[in-house]
């Protein structure tokens, strides 16, 4: 399965086909205008190393838009099969105005999806900023070529392709910082398998620009390869949506289990979302992948799963357990992690950390008296959090205490049944929920907050 990022990216930009709206509007309206600047400036003031014949535009236009229909989705992104054309274009089109023919392709590609309405015409300025690429390899042509194609411009294709790389990665990466709030840490990954893609693509193009000098009707013999490739296309899609579907199924089933618990004991149930929220907050703080993210936010929701299996008698009684009791809830780890084992995928994981989710950092802990590192780092927060939120809820044999005791607790024991980076980084995320409440004032409460989702959008 992907990355948790990856997956969100992934499933929300399949969805986002509404208008543009605050930051990101802002952001492609600027980015579209200014490459509609840069474009015309080419078109101006950049040499025409050829005429332009507009039967040979119009046809080029037509094909890249047909072309940019064609997604080749990935995990990590998705690119088209237009490189496939903007080379021909290089080569048979004035390079000063390949620019605002890939831009012309870009819109009328989408142009059925204007018209009946499953398209915001505001995302047009999407396709202005996706525009931005042709701008290296096209100044980089003009410089460096004006004849017909020959195997032997394979460096000068080398250094368009690498031009297109370089500006295709600043101009994305600013665009989703600026507009969308995407890390540019992410972008590595993101447009990796996009430039593999356009690398391999770009050289079918040359083969059909040779084709198109030698023997111009020798040019329906690549028409095979799109048709190739929407069947590619959609077989991937189809694979990704089905991965995309089991994703939610999983994080359906933890929801569910979690309301199964909060129905057999009401108590357990509020206090695991309790638990839920100050885990992810210190999961948060740890800087975890999202990936990690998720196994503590399903761990946490679902540590207490195993008591489902535990008497009712036990559960709910309203004095201290009996040694031979505990005995008994203390299985409810193990019959927890069997609970999960049986659903399986994500959550077989989940029920590894939901067993561990006892142990001490000092070994002495249940069931398999686990110590410092070899606990996994989600169970040792889970672990933290869990125990903060049971000292400060009411019980039916005792007060709450409050928080302030609560938390040189957990400092008291830290070292010992704690881990004492965990500890400290609690108290870092009390100490932060309260300032964003209440200025700089110390803490004497603590709050809880839910982060907000980043949005992400996969590159063309």
Not at 101 to 119: D, S
Not at 269 to 277: C, D, K, P
Request: proline letters at 5%.
């Amino acid at each position: 399965m992907a990355p948790l990022e990856i997956e969100q990216l992934v499933g929300e930009s399949r969805q986002d086909t509404g208008r543009l709206r605050g930051r990101e509007a802002i952001t492609e309206a600027v980015g579209g205008c200014a490459f509609l600047a840069a474009a015309a400036a080419m078109a101006a003031f950049v040499p025409w190393e050829r005429s332009l014949t507009p039967l040979a535009a119009i046809l080029l236009v037509v094909l890249f838009a047909a072309a940019s229909c064609v997604k080749l989705e990935d995990w990590i992104g998705h690119t088209d099969t237009t490189q496939i054309v903007i080379v021909p274009m290089l080569y048979f089109l004035p390079c000063a105005v390949v620019p605002l023919a890939v831009c012309c392709g870009l819109l009328l590609g989408h142009l059925p999806e204007y018209i009946t309405g499953r398209r915001h015409p505001s995302r047009a300025l999407l396709s202005l900023g996706n525009s931005w690429y042709a701008i290296a390899p096209a100044l980089v042509f003009a410089l460096g070529s004006g004849g017909d194609p020959d195997l032997s411009d394979w460096p000068l294709l080398a250094g368009a392709l690498g031009a297109q790389f370089a500006l295709d990665s600043v101009v994305s990466t600013a665009r989703d910082w600026i507009g969308l709030g995407i890390s540019p840490r992410m972008q590595p990954r993101l447009l990796a398998w996009v430039f593999l893609a356009d690398a391999c693509l770009a050289a079918v193009g040359l083969f059909a620009a040779l084709i198109v000098v030698e023997e111009p009707a020798a040019l329906l013999l690549l028409v095979p390869l799109p048709a190739l490739f929407v069947l590619y296309a959609r077989e991937r899609e189809e694979r990704i949506t089905s991965a995309l579907e089991l994703s939610q199924a999983y994080r359906g089933t933890a929801l569910l289990l979690g309301d199964v618990v909060e129905a057999d004991d009401e108590y357990t149930g509020s206090h695991s979302r309790s638990v839920v929220e100050l885990s992810v907050l210190v999961a948060d703080r740890l800087k975890l992948d999202a990936h990690e993210r998720r196994h503590v936010e399903f761990a946490a929701l679902l540590h207490d799963v195993g008591k489902i299996a535990i008497p009712d008698e036990i559960i709910n009684k309203p004095g201290p357990l009996t040694d031979e009791e505990w005995v008994v809830m203390r299985t409810h780890t193990v019959r927890g992690q069997e609970l999960l084992d049986k659903v399986g995928g994500v959550l077989r994981e989940v029920g590894v950390i939901v067993r561990a989710s006892h142990e001490r950092w000092d070994g002495g802990g249940y069931p398999d008296g686990l110590s410092g590192p070899s606990i996994p780092l989600a169970a040792r927060i889970v672990s933290c959090c869990d125990a903060f939120n049971a000292m400060t809820t009411k019980r039916s044999y005792r007060l709450p205490m409050s928080q302030e005791v609560a938390l040189r607790e957990l400092v008291d024991n830290a070292g010992t049944q704690f881990d004492p980076h965990v500890v400290k980084t609690l108290i870092a995320v009390m100490r932060s929920s309260v300032r964003s409440r209440d200025g700089d004032r110390r803490f004497d409460r603590a709050g809880a907050g839910t982060p907000a989702d980043e949005r992400l959008r996969v590159h063309r």
